[in-house]
């Protein structure tokens, strides 16, 4: 798909889970490869297993069979505490309702990820300031959240997963509880740090927030029904009867 | 290098959680104060009255050390059974002849006094005072009470056998009646007879629990034979007695029993028509006591601290599944679930030392108002330095054993489902 070197593949990876007696193949076979630098959408309704992707991109979750491969390493394979290391050190996540620690300053909050890294006390301050400088928030980072806009609590949210200069970063929804115009400050946020050469992988079920992505997945019952450049994806749409998905 | 980095990463894992859970415990400041009250109290209460035992205990040994514990009193007592029981209580008393001879017959006895005392008053020139103490003493009284003659002399061989009209009186009691500093030879009236005075009796110690408050605050002490003869040979009188070394009181208190046994012709096999008792056996009692009570305090503390951890324990699992999402998050961004359960459980052990730390303040006030009860003897109350290690371990105990459930509770949640949570 480009040139990129592949920082995520997944080969046959399937997500079983056991309610009772029922057994839901929330993954069925998914294989996918990203590349570093590469923004992707993905897409799919509720049910369709986008949400299981992302926890198990994120390392929250681990497949039931096949295998993931996170920057050479595989994941599948990791012990628990191994992959709360790996989450520290090379996901950053981005969620709905940002999840920002409500007694803490927003530096606080942005450090947070630290306080379970190796950095030491003393440089906690000063990368969690560059962080809240690189999404424009440096004049606010005394500001509790509640002292915030929704705007500036997912950018906050954002400086926070970035801090530890993340493999990926990881955004689950990331303007469903913000204004139209606000959501277009975030997605231009996402599209600076693109260009920056973050990757970014995005859960969505908005198509006009999809569009900002280089990439988009659908997804369905469990599988990928198509991956194309965004360009191309109209033409599924098209093909689906024009249904919005 | 290997070695090194593990303590130091626990330690700053530690210091961590610290700083998180007083930063959690300051956000919650009246929930987690009335969470520790059980701690607290419990805490409180027990170093108070471990204090006022200990200070109690402090007391006691400081008067026994001026009063030495080789003091033996023995009176006559009707016994609550066999022959004796009816007997009047003119055949029970102590007659004079029946101690003679008592002291070399007693190996173990150093000092020995017969003793009596009455309210008196007595004049000197124009000056009189009603209610002072007259006390019959013999020379050995002054070894045994350590209370030596300052100034003048005792009463000699002559003075005692002869039952002489002479007297000491105490120093504060000479400074009373504005006698000289040195009133040797001069005459004082006790009750109607005249008595001139030998010397002066040093002032018994301030303070002290043991006879210091039996009586006038003035003495005056004549031979005790002149007492026995004024009453012409009917007094009920008691002895008092010092043993060699405090070692041998138990000897001492059996040789004075086998001996008045004798001399009172007191039929084998029926109990004793007076008592013995030495001041070491009663202070190994008290420290039986103390200790008794120490260990029903530890107890009763024991319970408050169940209590109370009981109380943690719920309020740290409300704390848990309110912060549900928090800890979802922590594990989201990297968090292992060791270091939410070290978490937990510090903010437990914090929320417990705290309440400790305020309960041994608490107590410190306790004792400190107790201290200034007045005649209740607890001036010296103090909470020694283990019962604060001891408080303050067991409230950190209490925190580790009733932490442990909530951390367990919050370092198993599943991240996916944590942050779900509503």
């Known amino acids: ?245 | 290098m290997f070695l090194l980095e593990i303590p130091i990463r626990l330690i700053r894992l530690i210091l961590q959680s610290v700083r998180l859970a007083a930063g959690q415990i300051w956000a919650n400041k009246v929930r987690s104060i009335l969470t520790t009250l059980g701690i607290i109290i419990g805490v409180a209460s027990v170093t108070a009255v471990i204090a006022a035992l200990s200070g109690l205990k402090a007391k006691i040994m400081s008067d026994i050390e001026t009063f030495g514990t080789n003091r033996i009193f023995i009176w006559p007592d009707r016994p609550d059974s066999g022959k004796y029981k009816n007997v009047s209580w003119d055949v029970i008393r102590f007659k004079i002849e029946q101690i003679e001879g008592l002291l070399d017959n007693c190996p173990s006895v150093s000092y020995l006094t017969p003793f009596d005392d009455r309210n008196e008053t007595i004049r000197y020139k124009e000056r009189s005072i009603e209610g002072i103490t007259l006390c019959g003493i013999e020379s050995a009284w002054h070894s045994i009470e350590s209370r030596p003659v300052i100034i003048g002399r005792p009463f000699s061989t002559i003075d005692q056998t002869q039952g002489r009209m002479v007297c000491l009186l105490s120093s504060r009691l000479r400074d009373k009646l504005r006698m000289d500093r040195d009133c040797t030879g001069q005459l004082v009236t006790l009750g109607y007879q005249t008595y001139r005075v030998l010397g002066i009796v040093e002032e018994k110690p301030s303070g002290s629990m043991f006879g210091g408050n039996r009586g006038s605050e003035f003495e005056a002490f004549i031979p005790f034979k002149t007492m026995y003869r004024q009453s012409g040979g009917w007094l009920w009188f008691v002895v008092m007695a010092a043993s060699k070394s405090p070692e041998v009181s138990d000897e001492a208190k059996a040789e004075l029993t086998f001996f008045l046994r004798q001399k009172r012709n007191i039929i084998p096999g029926e109990p004793d028509t007076f008592r013995v008792m030495t001041v070491e056996s009663e202070v190994r009692k008290f420290k039986e006591i103390a200790a008794l009570f120490t260990a029903v305090a530890s107890g009763i503390v024991g319970i408050s601290l169940l209590v109370g951890g009981i109380g943690i324990m719920n309020i740290m699992l409300v704390s848990v599944s309110e912060r549900t999402r928090e800890i979802g998050l922590r594990k989201a961004v990297g968090a292992k679930s060791s270091a939410i359960l070290t978490q937990f459980l510090v903010e437990a052990v914090v929320l417990c030392c705290i309440g400790g730390l305020v309960g041994l303040g608490l107590g410190q006030l306790l004792t400190m108002s107790i201290a200034k009860i007045p005649n209740a003897n607890l001036d010296k109350a103090y909470i020694p330095v283990w019962a604060m290690v001891m408080s303050l371990g067991f409230s950190a105990m209490v925190g580790i054993f009733f932490g442990m459930f909530p951390a367990v509770k919050a370092a198993r949640l599943d991240p996916i489902e944590a942050l779900r949570h509503e």
Request: charged residues 25%.
């Open chain 1, 1 to 245: 798909m480009s040139t990129a070197p592949v920082i995520i593949s997944l080969s046959n990876v399937h997500r079983v889970y056991k309610v009772g007696t029922e057994t839901i193949n929330a993954l069925d076979g998914v294989d996918l490869e990203i590349g570093k630098n590469e923004y992707v959408a993905i897409m799919g309704q509720s049910g369709s297993g986008k949400s299981t992707l992302m926890n198990l991109l994120g390392c929250l979750d681990r497949a039931t069979g096949g295998t993931y491969e996170l920057e050479g390493l595989f994941t599948t394979e990791m012990s628990n505490s191994e992959l709360a290391m790996v989450r520290n050190e090379k996901i950053g996540f981005v969620f709905q309702s940002f999840e920002l620690l409500p007694r803490q300053s927003a530096l606080e909050n942005v450090e947070l990820p630290l306080v379970y890294s190796r950095h030491v006390i003393w440089k906690r301050k000063e990368l969690a300031k560059k962080a809240l400088e690189r999404v424009g928030l440096a004049e606010r980072m005394d500001h509790r959240p509640n002292q915030l806009s929704g705007g500036e609590k997912q950018r906050v949210a954002i400086a926070r997963a970035l801090i530890n200069n993340p493999s990926i970063l990881l955004a689950d929804e990331p303007t469903g509880n913000l204004d139209s115009k606000t959501s277009k400050e975030i997605l231009a946020l996402f599209q600076r740090l693109h260009d920056e050469g973050q990757t970014i992988i995005m859960v969505t079920h908005e198509s006009d927030v999809a569009c900002h992505a280089r990439r988009i997945i659908r997804m369905l019952d469990g599988k990928i029904v198509s991956d194309v450049p965004t360009e191309e994806d109209s033409a599924y749409v098209w093909k689906q009867g024009g249904q919005r998905l």
